[in-house]
């Protein structure tokens, strides 16, 4: 799934302001600026869009997980260079402290039915024989579940 879409759909989930998307990317150590965040968030038939890299989504991952979670003791976590929807997922799934259970209620909110087996086929190593790559289908409809879920609490 196209980074920018991630970015701005968790934007809109959280109600995040600027600024406060600023100090989820310093808390993954990656310094932004207004206008960087803006011209992320553009719609791509914007002549000011610009993509967000991997590195910046996982910094702005990152720095979610820190804010929602709390800081972990010792070495900060690297923000990876590489995502995939594998990793966004687990990512989501960490910052928001979401059981298997959870997942699965979050996707029901879109019509998706997923066992438990399924979940955790996501967030298996890629070298195991269960593992499975969770296609961007399946990570837009997590992402508006989780709209359904987090913004209609506001």
Sequence with gaps: MD???ILR???YTFDISDSKMIQLFGLAGREVTRAEISDWL???DDPAFKAIYDKDLSAFLNGFI????GKKDGEPVPNEKS?????????LKIALNLQDDDMISILKLK???VSKHEISAFFRNPSQGKYMACKDQFLRNFLMGLQEKFRSKG
Excluded: P, Q, Y
Excluded at 66 to 69: A, E, L, P
Excluded at 83 to 91: G, H, T
């Design 111 to 113: 019509g998706i039915e």
């Design 3 to 5: 980074n920018n879409n």
């Design 83 to 91: 995502l995939n929807n594998n990793i966004v997922l687990r990512k």
């Design 66 to 69: 820190s804010d929602k979670r």
């Design 42 to 44: 553009k719609g791509e």
């Design 9 to 11: 759909s968790l934007r």
